[in-house]
């Protein structure tokens, strides 16, 4: 059996961009995506603060130090220019990971700059 369990989130990122005509996805900062781990093309969940919006799509890599967080295609309709949002994506994790599993939480500024990498102290989700 394996659980669904908190990979790594991005804290209240900026939306900078959203283009309804665009094929889809959400573009992220390639340093965002580096210093949460979350991969290009992968599956992320994200929920609006502004808004109460939560929608699933795929992250794909924006440019480097250009704090860009783009919502393209379907997305662009969730969120305005300037909406706070959290990126989180999930991971399977057998009985066996769980006692060292740890997520990474990424915060930033009001730029999209990662400020710092919160990791738990305590590893969670004993079984």
Known sequence: MTRTMLQAKLHRVRVTDADL??????????????????REYQQVEIYNINNGERFATYAIQAARRSGTISLNGAAARKAMV?????IAAYAGLTAEELPTWHPVIVLVDEHNRPQRSVIPREPIGRS
């Open 82 to 86: 300037g909406d706070l949002l959290i």
């Open 21 to 38: 005509h665009y094929e889809g996805s959400c573009g992220i900062d390639e340093l965002l995506l580096e210093a949460s781990g979350i």
